[in-house]
């Protein structure tokens, strides 16, 4: 059976968060997380989209969850996943990878 195609998104901006002063950037998380799942679950379909949350795309669920991020002061990049919170500040593969299987995604 084929796993649903996953949509990832990755919120966050150029300028680190005052508490991720010595985590890598949002872009660099956005780039480490899209090659893990690609080595991770190879030839199973899924998207990922990085999202500036000063700077968001005319979506407007996008938009509106990118100024929650501001307005709630949380910890980015974020990594949502169908709209489900799956990681803050530093986003744990364990994590990401445990709910990527729930979408029936089966380690190559």
């Not at 300028?15 to 660099?28: A, D, F, M, Q, T």
């Not at 949502?80 to 799956?86: F, H, K, S």
């Amino acid at each position: 059976m084929e796993p649903k195609r996953a949509e990832l998104y990755v919120y966050g901006a150029e300028i680190l968060c005052p508490s991720c002063v010595n985590l890598p950037s949002s872009k660099e998380t956005f780039e480490w997380l899209e090659a893990a799942v690609s080595r991770k679950y190879p030839n199973q379909p899924f998207g990922i989209k990085y999202v500036d949350i000063h700077n968001p795309p005319e979506d407007e669920s996008v938009k509106h969850f990118a100024s929650r991020v501001i307005e709630e002061d949380m910890f980015y990049p974020i990594v949502l996943l169908d709209g489900n919170i799956i990681g803050e500040g530093n986003p744990r593969l364990k994590t990401i990878y445990s709910e990527l299987e729930k979408y029936g995604y089966k380690a190559g």
